[in-house]
C-alpha cells in the first residue's frame, strides 16, 4: 500500500472531528468538521490510517468512517496506484471484511464489500475476483453473510457511473460474470437448502443476490428455472403468508429476472403464453392481500405485473403491440389503478404514457383498445385525487399526497400528445356534472383538465366556456385546495384567454383576490405571470392597478419567486405599452422597487440595524426586491429611450453599491445584487458608456474584500460587453490584477480547487472574455504566467463546468493569441518555451480519462495546438510524452500489441488533418478502449 507514516495524532484528528460532526448544533463547527474529513479522504496517508483505525478502534462512527473512505478512495484514487499497492490494498480490504460479520458492524461490512467490488471492477489483473471470493469465504458458515453481500453488491456496482468503466472492460466483465453464473447459483441453492425456513432475512439477502445477476444478464435462465431455488421463489409468490422480507426479495428478484424471460420467450408463443400466464395467476394471490390491507405484499404483485407489461412492450424486443394479446394483463393494471392506497397506484401509472407513445393508433383494434383503457384510466385517477372532503387546508408542496397528484398530472399531460385532449376533457365534464353537489369531485376534474389546458386551441367555444362560465360566477368557493385548482387551471388556459378577452378581466379579478392569501400567493403569482404573456395587451389597462398591487404586497410575506412572477407580469404588459408611456411607467415602477432598499440601507446604518448576514426580516426583504428589480431588466424589452432608461439605471446603481458595501459579506445577497447588474449592463449594452465606471471599480474593491465568484461573473459580463472599447482597457487592465492575486490564494491547494469550482469556473470565464474581446489586455499582462499555471492547477477540478471554463480559456487564448503577430513571441515562449503546452495535453489527457464528459473540450484544444502548431514540430512530443504517462493500458485479450495499435491509430487521428468532430470521436473510442 502507498507508504505514509500514520501517526496517533491522524487518528485523534479524525476522532474529533466524527465527534463534533455528529454531535453539534455549531454550522461553522459541523462544516469545518466535515471540510477535514473530506480533506483527509483525499490524502495517501488516509489507506494507511483506516487501515489501523479498522484493525484497532472500537468506535463505530470511526469504523464507518474508514471503510467509506476505502470506498472514496478505491473510486478516485485506485488506478493511480502501482501494482503492488493494489495488491496490497486488497489484500487488506479481504482482511477487513471478513473481521466485519457481526449485526453492529453491518454498516462497515456492506461499505467494504462496495470498496471490495469496486476495486474487483477497476483491478483487471484480478480476472477470477467471483471465484476467489467464494473459494475464500463459501466453506466458512460464520461468513455467509459476508459472501452473499459481496455477491448482492458485485453486479450491482457494474451501473456505479462514478467507476467509469470502459466498454471493452464492461464488456470483459459481463462475460467473466456469465461464465461465473452457474456456480453463484450452485452456492446460493446450497445456502437456501441448509437454512431452509429458519431464518427469513439470510433467505431474502439469497433472493436479492440472486435478482442483482439476473439483472445483469449474468444467467442462463432456461437453464436456472429447473433449480429448486428458483421453483422455491415461485412458491413463496404464490403465498401471502410467506415472511415479508422474503416475499419482498423474490418478487425483486422476478423483477429482475423478467426481462431476460420474456427475452427468451419470444421466440415461441407457447413459451409466452405459459410466462404470461404464470404471473396472471398471481392476481388471486393480489387479491387476498387486497382484502387483508396487506399493502406491502399488494406492492409486489404490483411490481411483478408492471414489469411484465413494460417488457412485453419494450421497443428492443420489436413488437410492443404483443401485449395487445393478453387483454387480462391492462385489465389487471387498470384494476390496480384502483387501489385505495395511491402509492400502489403511483407504481403503475408511469406504464400508461410509456404505452401510448410506443403504439400506434393507424390499427384500428389497437386504437379501439387503448382509447377504452385509457377512458377508464382517467376516470381511475379521478377517484384517486379527491383530496379528503372534510378537509379544509392544503398541504405542503412536499406532502407525499401533493407529489402523488403532481405525478398524476405529469402522465395525463404526456398522453395528451397521444390520445388527445377532448376525450378526457369530455369524460372529466361528465365526471364533474354529475357529481357537482361534492367539492372534492369537482376539484379533482378540474386538476385533471388542468393537465389538458394548453394543447386546447385558443379559438375553442365549445370545452372551455361552460367551465370558466362556472367558475368566475361562484359567489363563495368551498374550500382553499379548490381555489388553488382553479388558479392553476387559470394559468394553464392563458393561451385560451388571450383568445377570449370578455372572460380575461374576470378571471383577472379572482387572481388579484388570491395573491395576498398566503396559501393562493403561488398559483395565483403564477397565473398572473401566464395572463400576461398571452394576454397582455388587453392588460395595458390594468398597468397602474398592478403597481398598486405591487406595493401593496410588500410585507404580505409573499416568497422571493412569486413577487418575481407578479414583476415579470408588469413588465410583460409595460412591454407592450405605447413607447410614449414606457418611459414614465418604469420610472414608476423603479421607484416602487428603490423605496424598500433605501429603507433597508437606512436601518443598516442604524446601531441596532440590520448587519451582514442578518438572517431577520430586513434581509428577506431585501432579498425579494432584489430579485424584483433584477426581473424588470431581465425580460424589460424598451427599444427607444435608452439614453433615459440609461439616466434612470445610473439613480440606481448607487443603491445596490451601498447594498453591497452593507452585505459584503454575505453571499446570497451579494449574488443577487450582482444579477440585477448584470441585466442591466445587457439592457443597455455600450449605451450605459462611462455611467458604469464607478461601479465597476467599486465592484473591484469588493473582490478583494471578499471573494465572491458572482463578482468574477460580474467582471466576465463588463469584458464582454466593453472589451473592445479603448477607453476601456486600462481599467479592465488593473481590474484583472486586483482579481488576480486574491483568486491565487484561494486555488492555493488540490483540495481548495476542488472546494472552490465556482471561483475557477467565473475566473477563467472572465481571461476567457479577455482573450476574445481585447487579447492585447491578456497577452500583455504582467499576471498572465501566473494565470496560466494557476489555470494548469485547476484543470484537475471535480467540477466538469470549471474543467470546461480552463478548457475554453486555453482554447481562446490558443486562437486569438496565435492571430496576432506582435503577442506570437509571447506565446512561443509560454506554450513551448516554458513547457506548458506539454503540461496542457497532459493535464488533458489526464482530465479526460477522469470525466469523459469533458471529450469535446479536449479534442477543441488538440485541434487548436495542431493549428497554433502547424508544422508539428512540438505536438506530436508532447503528446507521446503524455500517453507515456498514463496508467498501464489494459486489452481484455491480454496482448500488449494490440492496445499499441490503439495507441498508433489515436495518435494518426489527433495528429493528422481532420475536423473537430473527428478528434472528438478518436478521443471517445480511445477513451473506451483504453481505460
Same mark, same amino acid.
Given at each position: ?74 473510486i ?17 480490504i479481504?482482511?477487513?471484511v ?9 454498516a ?17 489483473a ?18 455467509? =453473510?459476508?459472501?452473499?453481500e ?6 450491482e456496482e ?14 470483459q ?5 456469465r461464465r461465473?453464473?452457474?456456480r ?44 429448486t ?14 415472511? %415479508? ?10 423483477v ?6 420474456v ?16 404471473v ?39 413488437s410492443?403491440?404483443?401485449?395487445f ?22 407504481m ?14 393507424k ?12 377512458s377508464? =384510466? ?16 392544503l ?5 407525499d ?32 356534472s ?13 386538476? =385533471? ?11 375553442d ?9 362556472? %367558475?368566475?360566477?361562484?359567489?363563495a ?11 392553476? =387551471? ?15 378581466d374576470?378571471?383577472?379579478t379572482i ?42 404586497l ?25 413607447s410614449?408611456?414606457q ?32 438572517p ?10 432584489l ?11 424598451v ?32 449574488e443577487k445584487?450582482?444579477?440585477?447588474l ?10 450605459s458608456?462611462l ?20 463578482i ?5 459580463v463588463?469584458?464582454?460587453e ?5 477607453v ?36 477563467f ?8 474581446k ?47 503577430f ?23 489527457l ?14 477543441l484544444?488538440l ?19 503524455? %500517453?507515456?504517462?498514463l496508467?498501464?493500458?489494459?486489452h481484455?485479450?491480454?496482448d ?36
Open positions: 500500500m502507498p507508504h505514509q507514516t500514520a501517526t496517533a495524532s491522524s487518528l485523534e484528528q479524525i476522532q474529533h472531528a466524527l465527534e463534533v460532526f455528529h454531535t453539534t448544533r455549531d454550522d461553522s463547527q459541523r462544516k469545518s468538521a466535515e471540510r477535514f474529513l473530506e480533506d483527509f479522504e483525499e490524502t495517501d496517508a488516509a489507506w494507511q490510517v483506516c487501515h489501523i483505525i479498522l484493525d484497532q478502534s472500537q468506535d463505530l462512527k470511526c469504523r464507518h468512517f474508514a471503510a467509506r473512505t476505502y470506498k472514496s478512495k478505491v478516485k484514487a485506485f488506478a493511480n496506484l502501482n501494482a503492488e499497492d493494489k495488491n496490497s490494498i486488497r489484500g487488506i479481504l482482511h477487513h471478513s473481521r466485519t460479520n457481526s449485526k453492529e458492524d453491518r462497515v461490512m456492506v461499505a467494504l464489500c462496495v470498496a471490495l467490488a469496486d476495486l474487483a471492477l477497476l483491478m483487471p484480478w480476472s477470477e475476483a467471483t471465484k476467489d471470493v467464494i473459494t475464500k469465504y463459501g466453506d466458512n458458515p460464520d461468513l455467509m =453473510l459476508v459472501l452473499l459481496l455477491l448482492t453488491v458485485f453486479p457494474m451501473g456505479n457511473d462514478k467507476l467509469r468503466l470502459s466498454t471493452s472492460r464492461r464488456s466483465l459481463k462475460e467473466e460474470m461465473s453464473g452457474p453463484v447459483v450452485v452456492l446460493l441453492s446450497s445456502f437456501s437448502t441448509r437454512l431452509e425456513a429458519k431464518d427469513p432475512e439470510t433467505m431474502a439477502k439469497i433472493y436479492d443476490c440472486l435478482g442483482s445477476w439476473c439483472n445483469i444478464g449474468a444467467l442462463s435462465l432456461p437453464e436456472t428455472m429447473n433449480v431455488l428458483l421453483q422455491n421463489m415461485f412458491l413463496f409468490l404464490n403465498n401471502i403468508d410467506t415472511p %415479508l422480507a422474503v416475499h419482498d426479495a423474490c418478487s425483486r428478484c422476478l429482475n429476472a423478467l426481462p431476460d424471460l427475452h427468451e420467450a419470444s421466440a415461441s408463443k407457447t413459451k409466452m403464453d405459459d410466462l404470461v400466464n404464470s396472471l395467476q398471481y392476481e388471486d394471490f393480489y387479491c387476498q392481500a387486497l382484502q387483508k390491507e396487506d399493502t406491502d405484499r399488494c406492492k409486489n404483485y404490483v411490481r411483478i405485473f408492471v414489469e411484465l407489461a413494460e417488457s412485453l412492450t419494450d421497443k428492443e424486443e420489436g410492443p403491440e404483443n401485449i394479446a393478453y387483454p387480462r394483463l391492462l385489465e389487471l393494471l387498470l384494476v390496480c389503478c384502483s387501489h385505495p392506497d395511491y402509492e400502489i397506484i403511483e403503475v401509472v408511469d406504464f400508461w404514457p410509456a404505452l401510448c407513445d410506443s403504439m400506434s393508433l390499427d384500428e383494434r389497437i386504437s379501439a383498445v387503448l382509447r377504452n383503457c385509457h377508464r =384510466l382517467i376516470v381511475a385517477l379521478w377517484k384517486s385525487c379527491r383530496y379528503d372532503p372534510d378537509g379544509d387546508w398541504e405542503d408542496k412536499d406532502d399526497f401533493q407529489s402523488f397528484r403532481r405525478h398524476v398530472w405529469d402522465c395525463v399531460f404526456e398522453m395528451t400528445d397521444i390520445m388527445g385532449y377532448s376525450p378526457s376533457w369530455e369524460t372529466l365534464m361528465q365526471l364533474l354529475t357529481n357537482q353537489s361534492h367539492w372534492d369531485a369537482v376539484e379533482s376534474s378540474l386538476f =385533471l383538465m388542468s393537465a389538458l389546458a394548453e394543447k386546447i386551441p385558443g379559438d367555444n365549445v370545452l372551455v366556456t361552460p367551465i370558466i362560465n362556472a %367558475l368566475t360566477t361562484l359567489s368557493p368551498p374550500k382553499l385546495c379548490f381555489q388553488h385548482t382553479v388558479l392553476n =387551471l387559470f394559468g394553464h388556459l392563458a393561451q385560451w384567454f388571450g383568445k377570449h378577452p370578455d372572460y380575461t374576470k378571471a383577472l387572481i388579484a383576490a388570491a395573491l395576498p392569501v398566503a396559501k393562493l400567493s403561488d398559483p395565483a403569482s403564477w397565473a398572473l405571470q401566464e395572463l400576461s404573456q398571452f394576454c397582455r395587451s388587453h392588460l395595458t389597462k390594468y398597468f397602474h392597478q398592478l403597481m398598486s398591487l405591487l406595493t401593496g410588500d410585507g404580505q410575506g409573499l416568497h422571493e419567486d412569486e413577487m418575481e412572477s407578479v414583476s415579470k407580469a408588469t413588465i410583460n404588459i409595460l412591454n407592450e405599452m405605447p410614449n408611456s418611459l414614465s411607467c418604469l420610472q414608476e415602477l423603479c421607484a416602487i422597487m428603490k423605496r424598500p432598499l433605501e429603507k433597508i440601507i437606512q436601518n443598516s446604518k442604524r446601531p441596532n440595524g440590520a448587519q451582514n448576514g442578518d431577520g426580516s430586513a434581509t428577506q426583504n431585501l432579498h425579494v426586491w430579485n424584483n428589480m433584477g426581473a424588470v431588466f431581465k425580460y424589460l424589452k427599444k427607444s429611450n435608452k439614453t433615459a432608461v440609461a439616466e434612470l439605471i445610473n439613480d440606481v446603481w448607487p443603491i445596490l453599491g451601498e447594498v453591497a458595501v452593507i452585505y459584503v459579506q454575505n453571499n446570497e445577497v451579494m445584487v450582482v444579477r440585477c448584470r441585466y442591466m449592463i445587457r439592457f443597455l449594452g455600450k449605451e458608456g455611467i458604469l465606471l464607478p461601479i465597476f471599480a467599486k465592484f473591484t474593491d469588493l473582490y478583494v474584500t471578499a471573494q465572491h465568484s458572482c468574477l461573473y460580474l467582471a466576465s463588463l469584458i464582454d466593453f472589451g473592445d472599447l479603448p476601456m482597457k486600462e481599467g479592465f487592465t488593473n481590474m484583472l490584477e486586483s482579481m488576480c492575486a486574491p483568486t491565487f490564494a484561494i486555488l492555493n491547494s488540490d483540495n481548495a480547487v476542488r472546494q472552490n469550482p465556482d471561483i475557477i469556473e467565473d475566473f470565464r472572465t481571461c476567457r472574455r479577455c482573450a476574445e481585447s487579447i492585447d489586455i491578456l497577452m500583455t499582462h504582467p499576471r498572465l504566467e501566473d494565470i496560466l499555471k494557476c489555470s494548469l492547477i485547476c484543470c484537475g477540478s471535480n467540477s466538469h463546468q470549471a474543467g470546461h471554463a480552463v478548457f475554453a480559456f486555453w482554447n481562446s487564448l490558443i486562437e486569438y493569441g496565435s492571430r496576432n506582435n503577442h506570437r513571441a509571447r506565446l512561443d515562449n509560454m506554450i513551448v518555451t516554458a513547457g506548458m503546452g506539454q503540461e496542457m495535453v497532459r493535464k488533458a489526464r482530465g479526460v480519462f477522469a470525466d469523459t464528459c469533458a471529450v469535446p473540450d479536449v479534442a484544444l485541434h487548436d495546438l495542431q493549428n497554433y502548431d502547424s508544422g508539428l514540430q512540438y505536438l506530436p512530443t508532447w503528446l507521446d510524452r503524455a %500517453l507515456e504517462q496508467p498501464t493500458p489494459y481484455p485479450s491480454g500488449v500489441s494490440a492496445m499499441s495499435n490503439h495507441v498508433r491509430e489515436f495518435r494518426h487521428a489527433i495528429l493528422n488533418p481532420g475536423s473537430q468532430d473527428s478528434k472528438v470521436a478518436a478521443l471517445s473510442t480511445f477513451t473506451n478502449t483504453y481505460r
